[in-house]
């Protein structure tokens, strides 16, 4: 099985079982809201992030003091998932850890993807378990890619916005060039109260990131017409991607970020990084809401 289709009248979905990637959302008129993933542009439709968010350190993480390569974002969105459980309208996914993940991650771990269709409203839930006898230190986040101009909007890019759910006057963090890590000094944010003007020049120099989010919910779309809301009650983070000129925009709830510029530390001391107790679970959550009227 390579995906899984769900459906509830409403709306339908599509999760492969590689990297339990969502690769479609489509409302109810089989208009098509997730990007698509040219691989001439950017291969990927809304990857999962795990162990880590962004990059490493010299691609590498350190536990104990001993050096772990690990690609950027980790290897979730890479590894095959099993399917654990399934209904017309939901299905959840399972990665365990292997040899091969010890490799670059030397720890014991559950990672369990649900995808639940309710109503207008794809829910997503990420369980990450600790079946080990040490601290399990993992950093989570969704990185789903949206059409953008949106489905039906009949609008340039520049005519969306994103309106978040409360005024965020903090800062923005961005990448140094090279996979270096996060910048140290934040920009001014580009946020006016809690709406951001939309433009593919807003990115030139790669992602937006929100590292002192207030928001836990954003709607993104043309003003007076209806776009998408996503709520991420328990993830603090967020980065806005795309690649300037790409029709899409990536809308990234994150648990951690990418390691500060000058980082040597342990992976624990990652930015974000969760510190799960032996035999405990957390949970994150994203819900995405097709159709939504502005907030």
């Given at each position: 099985?390579?995906?899984?289709?769900?459906?509830?009248?409403?709306?339908?979905?599509?999760?492969?079982?590689?990297?339990?990637?969502?690769?479609?959302?489509?409302?109810?008129?089989?208009?098509?809201?997730?990007?698509?993933?040219?691989?001439?542009?950017?291969?990927?439709?809304?990857?999962?992030?795990?162990?880590?968010?962004?990059?490493?350190?010299?691609?590498?993480?350190?536990?104990?003091?001993?050096?772990?390569?690990?690609?950027?974002?980790?290897?979730?969105?890479?590894?095959?998932?099993?399917?654990?459980?399934?209904?017309?309208?939901?299905?959840?996914?399972?990665?365990?850890?292997?040899?091969?993940?010890?490799?670059?991650?030397?720890?014991?771990?559950?990672?369990?993807?649900?995808?639940?269709?309710?109503?207008?409203?794809?829910?997503?839930?990420?369980?990450?378990?600790?079946?080990?006898?040490?601290?399990?230190?993992?950093?989570?986040?969704?990185?789903?890619?949206?059409?953008?101009?949106?489905?039906?909007?009949?609008?340039?890019?520049?005519?969306?916005?994103?309106?978040?759910?409360?005024?965020?006057?903090a800062g923005i963090r961005r990448l140094v060039p090279g996979g270096a890590g996060v910048a140290l000094d934040p920009r001014s944010t580009p946020v006016v109260g809690r709406?951001?003007?939309?433009?593919?020049?807003?990115?030139?120099?790669?992602?937006?990131?929100?590292?002192?989010?207030?928001?836990?919910?954003?709607?993104?779309?043309?003003?007076?017409?209806?776009?998408?809301?996503?709520?991420?009650?328990?993830?603090?983070?967020?980065?806005?991607?795309?690649?300037?000129?790409?029709?899409?925009?990536?809308?990234?709830?994150?648990?951690?970020?990418?390691?500060?510029?000058?980082?040597?530390?342990?992976?624990?001391?990652?930015?974000?990084?969760?510190?799960?107790?032996?035999?405990?679970?957390?949970?994150?959550?994203?819900?995405?809401?097709?159709?939504?009227?502005?907030?």
């Amino acid at each position: 099985m390579d995906s899984v289709s769900l459906s509830n009248g409403v709306i339908s979905a599509v999760i492969a079982t590689k990297g339990a990637e969502l690769v479609s959302l489509k409302d109810a008129a089989g208009a098509e809201w997730l990007w698509q993933a040219d691989p001439a542009v950017w291969g990927r439709h809304a990857p999962i992030l795990f162990p880590i968010v962004g990059r490493a350190t010299n691609d590498a993480i350190r536990y104990r003091g001993v050096a772990y390569p690990i690609g950027q974002h980790g290897f979730a969105r890479d590894s095959a998932f099993a399917v654990i459980e399934q209904t017309e309208a939901s299905v959840t996914l399972r990665l365990v850890a292997s040899e091969a993940t010890r490799q670059h991650y030397p720890f014991d771990f559950e990672l369990e993807l649900t995808y639940a269709l309710d109503g207008a409203t794809l829910r997503q839930r990420a369980t990450i378990t600790n079946p080990g006898d040490d601290v399990l230190p993992a950093c989570f986040g969704y990185h789903p890619g949206f059409a953008w101009p949106l489905p039906g909007s009949d609008a340039a890019q520049e005519a969306h916005i994103v309106l978040f759910e409360k005024d965020e006057p903090a800062g923005i963090r961005r990448l140094v060039p090279g996979g270096a890590g996060v910048a140290l000094d934040p920009r001014s944010t580009p946020v006016v109260g809690r709406r951001l003007p939309l433009s593919p020049a807003l990115f030139d120099e790669d992602a937006i990131i929100f590292d002192q989010l207030k928001s836990r919910s954003l709607w993104f779309g043309v003003p007076g017409r209806p776009g998408l809301r996503a709520d991420f009650p328990d993830m603090p983070h967020l980065g806005l991607w795309m690649k300037p000129g790409a029709p899409y925009l990536c809308i990234e709830p994150w648990q951690g970020h990418a390691a500060p510029v000058g980082f040597s530390g342990e992976v624990g001391d990652i930015p974000g990084m969760m510190k799960i107790a032996p035999g405990t679970s957390v949970a994150r959550h994203m819900d995405v809401t097709l159709g939504a009227p502005e907030v």
